[in-house]
């Protein structure tokens, strides 16, 4: 396919990429000076929003997390603060909420989660895919060697319905306030396109306090929870993805450890582009215009008609899902581009 270069203008240009997407325009944009006076803020105030998942393998009762809405109960746990968060205006708190997931992934939860447990145990990269396929061939063989001489009294694991094979499996997702410092930048030759880094030199992303809180919670929770003939492994919940699970007790996780290469998975990726009363903390204002240094001490200190509208928007870690937050600050900010385009209107239709 050939491509071809184009431009487009407007009146109102509304970015609305998410945080990645976002944080990465803007910052080609700085970078390329295509949006002179662009705040020196671009790419601060990064959060993870705590993001947090957990499995339990072996719970007492039956879970069936394919039926119903995704997410039904909800808990909100107050954390008091520490000396490593004692701001009074960052309140430390974290929520748990159950987790559910599309009937079409029980299958490859229920079979995935002991390998996912294995490779947590720092089990080497590049023997993982091979260690997975030889788990499956090895279950997949016994099952058809033992087959003519069980079946006839008991059905065969390759013939578990979807709410079977994850009958005992219970998914908690967590959320919380976290410090908010993340800071992106662009990647550089042989890097992905977007990089990002604690500002406080403290602390790296998977040594959030936060993540402790929201672990002690989870532990709190285990026991009426798990089944008495669980095994230690199988009765806790576990977050696979928290740290680096790919070189964990090797030679090779003590040399990267040292550039700060460990991993956490998140979905609620927030800021980089936030709000702020002035371009000298932050990219928009309460409404998502763009702010433009240039204009300081003027009435209007923004770039003419450039408005952001997503998450990364948001100053801080919230600690709940954010969907809401976004969709009431994009509501926010479509209702005052409308009323400025009928105030536009309204002059043409006055002027003589």
Request: proline share 5%.
């Amino acid at each position: 396919m050939r491509k071809t270069r184009a431009e487009v203008t407007a009146d109102k240009v509304i970015v609305a990429a998410g945080t990645m997407g976002t944080n990465e325009i803007m910052l080609r944009s700085k970078q390329k000076g295509g949006l002179p006076g662009l705040s020196d803020k671009v790419g601060y105030g990064f959060s993870t929003n705590g993001d947090y998942i957990a499995f339990m393998e072996k719970t007492a009762e039956p879970m069936r997390f394919t039926r119903g809405p995704v997410t039904t109960p909800f808990a909100h746990f107050n954390t008091d603060d520490t000396a490593e968060n004692s701001d009074p205006e960052k309140p430390k708190f974290h929520t748990l909420e159950d987790q559910g997931i599309p009937p079409a992934f029980t299958s490859l939860v229920g079979f995935g989660l002991p390998i996912i447990r294995s490779l947590s145990k720092g089990r080497n990269r590049h023997l993982f895919l091979l260690w997975a396929i030889f788990w499956l061939v090895r279950k997949r063989r016994w099952q058809f060697i033992k087959a003519p001489f069980v079946n006839y009294r008991k059905r065969q694991d390759v013939f578990k319905s979807q709410d079977e094979h994850s009958s005992n499996i219970m998914c908690i997702v967590g959320m919380g306030r976290e410090a908010a410092v993340g800071q992106f930048r662009l990647g550089r030759f042989g890097q992905t396109s977007l990089r990002v880094k604690r500002t406080d030199n403290i602390k790296r992303f998977h040594e959030d306090p936060i993540y402790k809180d929201i672990k002690r919670s989870l532990e709190n929770l285990e026991q009426p929870l798990r089944a008495p003939d669980a095994r230690d492994e199988e009765g806790k919940f576990v977050n696979p993805f928290l740290t680096n699970i790919f070189y964990k007790r090797t030679l090779l996780r003590r040399f990267l450890s040292r550039f700060g290469v460990d991993s956490i998975t998140l979905s609620h990726s927030l800021g980089g582009c936030r709000m702020a009363e002035d371009v000298e903390h932050g990219v928009v204002d309460e409404h998502g215009p763009v702010l433009d240094k240039r204009k300081r001490g003027q009435q209007e200190q923004f770039h003419d008609g450039l408005y952001i509208a997503d998450r990364s928007i948001i100053p801080t870690a919230l600690g709940v899902n954010p969907s809401l937050t976004i969709s009431a600050l994009a509501l926010r900010i479509a209702d005052k581009i409308f009323e400025e385009l009928a105030s536009m209107a309204q002059e043409e239709v006055s002027a003589p």
